[in-house]
């Protein structure tokens, strides 16, 4: 197979396989004109959806342009029956759906105002267009479907807010409540122009869920789930409470759903779903279900709830029996390694999978016994080469045919945490770096390692990669970044080599991220945002030259790939694959994404390459067959 490509060449994809599994954080349910019931997911790989009810689950194709979703909520019905939906995202971005989320418009007025912990909407959203946001800084109200925004913190003596509900009859009353992680329990009677204190009897805990009666106007009764402190049930609008589940005396109470006969309550608690039929007198625990319950919502008897590191569960008798739903891989970031055919993944939640077909099947992989995992390296991209990971307890390394880590004794490795790691495309020489800025490197696997000083005083190690010459000697690149008063950054570019540090280039970022890569000790190639920049030189007695390129902006460059001694490189953007080969040459559109979700692994030359998508999907692709 030739290795000469153009814009011209016809690449194609090919699934090879996917890492099941990943969070849940939020889920909603809607009744609408097209069909009996939807359900919505959030996820830090994206939106999710149900039309089954819950049992299967497909990708939001188009949804937000932030995918970090971490709160959705279905409001009052839309154009042509389609309720209005808002997603909160990891980043502060808040988002609006009035098509069932086939597209989706960022709400630019909240831009700014924090991260949303709760969006809790009218009941009668579709005539009054009103929305609270709860956030850490406090309570944030929309009175026009989020045109403009307005604090909403007078009375609030704990501004950190993770819950918030309106009473069912809130277009006369203006009744919603707000809870608090220091254990605060707020009502407004005013739509939340004022706040006072309504929480006697509640223990001195997180309130971190709260459940309305759908007959509250007779019974004046909510629900409050509280963290260690299991529920607690107040019966005259929220002034007093008192404890109501003895059987959840200390369980962590995550979400609660009163259903419909203003009888029945679920609670998902860290030890799993817990069910009452008598209006929290009495729980009991669910059939099939499991800890880490995030997220609940249910419309009649059918409910689904998210769990964390699992994806989704499903009911269809009220909360009883529960069980699995099909969902996407949902895992975040994740980061690879790759050994020949095995692939080891870790995701943001510290969750790993091992696979040892080429990303075909995967299999849980017990984490290294340590605090923490930093980062993921290979010392060679070959069968026999050994994956390293970076913890809190220094190195562990899973040799070939292995699944069960090993500690490395690193001589000269100091015993606080490392940051990264990386070793040479040939596995000779391996790297790395600090926390604090330190870069330790070792010529070999068989030696010590040796701390390099680095004249980046005050500056942040982002990176840095190491290499051999053909004598044996060890070179390396470091990227250090340092903040300027007006919130920009500044990247700086130092190569190492004959023993000292110097200087190669500095550029100008608006965030403090950069991908690199070091296919030769003469080439160098650099991306952040939506810019790549090569720099290139004849030989090491010749200075630096630079080529860059910009992609359309709001197009970002998520991997980038420049295969050992090569002259192509490839970027995967948020919107298509892209190649360039040579000192200068233009980058031509390969492809598509191959699911249309943001590629977060990118390996391979011109005869193939692999990819894994964000939430865990593997895939290859090649120049089609004439």
Same mark, same amino acid.
């Given at each position: 197979?030739?290795?000469?490509?153009?814009?011209?060449?016809?690449?194609?994809?090919?699934?090879?396989?996917?890492?099941?599994?990943?969070?849940?954080?939020?889920?909603?349910?809607?009744?609408?004109?097209?069909?009996?019931?939807?359900?919505?997911?959030? !996820? /830090?790989? *994206?939106?999710?959806?149900?039309? %089954?009810? #819950?049992? =299967? +689950?497909?990708?939001?194709?188009? $949804?937000?342009? &932030?995918?970090?979703?971490?709160?959705?909520?279905?409001?009052?019905?839309?154009?042509?029956?389609?309720?209005?939906?808002?997603?909160?995202?990891?980043?502060?971005?808040?988002?609006?759906?009035?098509?069932?989320?086939?597209?989706?418009?960022?709400?630019?007025?909240?831009?700014?105002?924090?991260?949303?912990?709760?969006?809790?909407?009218?009941?009668?959203?579709?005539?009054?267009?009103?929305?609270?946001?709860? !956030? /850490?800084? *406090?309570?944030?109200?929309?009175? %026009?479907? #989020?045109? =403009? +925004?307005?604090?909403?913190?007078? $009375?609030?003596? &704990?501004?950190?807010?993770?819950?918030?509900?309106?009473?069912?009859?809130?277009?006369?009353?203006?009744?919603?409540?707000?809870?608090?992680?220091?254990?605060?329990?707020?009502?407004?009677?005013?739509?939340?122009?004022?706040?006072?204190?309504?929480?006697?009897?509640?223990?001195?805990?997180?309130?971190?869920?709260?459940?309305?009666?759908?007959?509250?106007?007779?019974?004046?009764?909510?629900?409050?789930?509280?963290?260690?402190? *299991?529920?607690?049930?107040?019966? %005259?609008? #929220?002034?007093? +409470?008192?404890?109501?589940?003895?059987?959840?005396?200390?369980?962590?109470?995550?979400?609660?759903?009163?259903?419909?006969?203003?009888?029945?309550?679920?609670?998902?608690?860290?030890?799993?779903?817990?069910?009452?039929?008598?209006?929290?007198?009495?729980?009991?625990?669910?059939?099939?279900?499991?800890?880490?319950?995030?997220?609940?919502?249910?419309?009649?008897?059918?409910?689904?709830?998210?769990?964390?590191?699992?994806?989704?569960?499903?009911?269809?008798?009220?909360?009883?029996?529960?069980?699995?739903?099909?969902?996407?891989?949902?895992?975040?970031?994740?980061?690879?390694?790759?050994?020949?055919?095995?692939?080891?993944?870790?995701?943001?939640?510290?969750?790993?999978?091992?696979?040892?077909?080429?990303?075909?099947?995967?299999?849980?992989?017990?984490?290294?016994?340590?605090?923490?995992?930093?980062?993921?390296?290979?010392?060679?991209?070959?069968?026999?080469?050994?994956?390293?990971?970076?913890?809190?307890?220094?190195?562990?390394?899973?040799?070939?045919?292995?699944?069960?880590?090993?500690?490395?004794?690193?001589?000269?490795?100091?015993?606080?945490?490392?940051?990264?790691?990386?070793?040479?495309?040939?596995?000779?020489?391996?790297?790395?770096?600090?926390?604090?800025?330190?870069?330790?490197?070792?010529?070999?696997?068989?030696?010590?390692?040796?701390?390099?000083?680095?004249?980046?005083?005050?500056?942040?190690?982002?990176?840095?990669?190491?290499?051999?010459?053909?004598?044996?000697?060890?070179?390396?690149?470091?990227?250090?970044?340092?903040?300027?008063?007006?919130?920009?950054?500044?990247?700086?570019?130092?190569?190492?080599?004959?023993?000292?540090?110097?200087?190669?280039?500095?550029?100008?970022?608006?965030?403090?991220?950069?991908?690199?890569?070091?296919?030769?000790?003469?080439?160098?190639?650099?991306?952040?945002?939506?810019?790549?920049?090569?720099?290139?030189?004849?030989?090491?007695?010749?200075?630096?030259?630079?080529?860059?390129?910009?992609?359309?902006?709001?197009?970002?460059?998520?991997?980038?790939?420049?295969?050992?001694?090569?002259?192509?490189?490839?970027?995967?953007?948020?919107?298509?694959?892209?190649?360039?080969?040579?000192?200068?040459?233009?980058?031509?559109?390969?492809?598509?994404?191959?699911?249309?979700?943001?590629?977060?692994?990118?390996?391979?030359?011109?005869?193939?390459?692999?990819?894994?998508?964000?939430?865990?999907?593997?895939?290859?692709?090649?120049?089609?067959?004439?």
């Amino acid at each position: 197979m030739t290795n000469e490509l153009s814009s011209s060449t016809t690449w194609q994809w090919h699934a090879a396989g996917a890492w099941h599994g990943g969070s849940v954080v939020g889920v909603a349910a809607a009744a609408t004109a097209h069909g009996p019931l939807r359900f919505w997911a959030a !996820t /830090r790989a *994206g939106l999710i959806c149900s039309d %089954d009810l #819950g049992q =299967s +689950w497909m990708d939001v194709w188009r $949804g937000p342009a &932030d995918p970090s979703v971490i709160a959705v909520v279905a409001a009052g019905e839309a154009r042509q029956g389609w309720p209005t939906l808002f997603a909160a995202t990891e980043t502060g971005r808040l988002y609006r759906s009035e098509d069932g989320g086939a597209s989706w418009a960022e709400v630019v007025a909240w831009a700014g105002l924090g991260v949303a912990a709760a969006l809790c909407p009218s009941p009668a959203y579709a005539d009054d267009g009103i929305l609270f946001v709860g !956030t /850490r800084e *406090g309570v944030f109200r929309t009175l %026009d479907g #989020g045109v =403009s +925004w307005e604090s909403s913190t007078f $009375g609030l003596t &704990d501004l950190d807010v993770l819950c918030l509900a309106c009473a069912p009859d809130f277009a006369t009353s203006q009744l919603l409540w707000a809870g608090s992680a220091g254990g605060g329990l707020y009502r407004s009677r005013n739509q939340a122009r004022a706040w006072r204190e309504a929480g006697a009897g509640l223990p001195d805990a997180a309130v971190q869920t709260l459940a309305v009666s759908p007959a509250f106007a007779e019974n004046r009764t909510l629900f409050a789930g509280l963290e260690g402190a *299991g529920v607690c049930c107040s019966r %005259d609008g #929220g002034e007093n +409470w008192s404890s109501c589940a003895e059987e959840l005396a200390g369980h962590s109470v995550n979400a609660l759903v009163c259903l419909d006969d203003g009888r029945t309550l679920i609670a998902a608690t860290d030890q799993g779903i817990y069910v009452s039929g008598d209006a929290a007198k009495h729980w009991r625990a669910a059939e099939g279900t499991q800890s880490g319950l995030l997220a609940l919502t249910a419309m009649g008897e059918i409910g689904v709830g998210g769990v964390y590191g699992a994806g989704v569960l499903v009911t269809r008798d009220g909360g009883r029996h529960w069980r699995p739903a099909a969902t996407p891989p949902l895992h975040v970031p994740p980061l690879v390694a790759v050994a020949g055919l095995r692939w080891v993944g870790l995701d943001v939640d510290g969750a790993m999978g091992l696979s040892q077909d080429g990303g075909a099947s995967w299999l849980p992989l017990a984490p290294p016994d340590v605090d923490g995992v930093y980062a993921l390296a290979c010392t060679a991209d070959r069968p026999d080469g050994v994956i390293v990971a970076a913890t809190s307890a220094g190195l562990c390394s899973l040799e070939p045919d292995e699944a069960v880590w090993s500690v490395i004794d690193a001589a000269g490795l100091p015993a606080d945490a490392p940051a990264g790691l990386e070793f040479a495309a040939d596995g000779a020489a391996r790297l790395v770096y600090s926390n604090e800025g330190r870069l330790f490197v070792a010529p070999d696997a068989s030696a010590a390692w040796q701390e390099i000083t680095g004249p980046w005083q005050g500056q942040t190690l982002m990176r840095a990669l190491p290499a051999q010459d053909e004598s044996g000697h060890l070179r390396a690149i470091a990227l250090t970044m340092t903040a300027n008063e007006q919130g920009y950054y500044a990247i700086h570019l130092w190569l190492y080599q004959n023993g000292a540090w110097a200087n190669v280039a500095d550029m100008a970022a608006d965030i403090p991220s950069m991908l690199a890569n070091w296919p030769s000790l003469d080439r160098i190639w650099l991306a952040t945002q939506h810019r790549i920049v090569h720099l290139h030189r004849a030989s090491p007695a010749h200075g630096w030259e630079a080529n860059q390129h910009f992609f359309a902006p709001g197009e970002q460059i998520t991997a980038l790939v420049a295969p050992r001694n090569q002259e192509d490189a490839w970027a995967a953007t948020t919107r298509a694959l892209y190649h360039a080969r040579g000192i200068g040459m233009p980058w031509n559109r390969m492809a598509d994404l191959p699911d249309g979700r943001p590629v977060v692994y990118l390996h391979g030359d011109a005869s193939g390459l692999e990819v894994m998508t964000l939430g865990g999907r593997v895939w290859r692709g090649g120049p089609a067959a004439a």
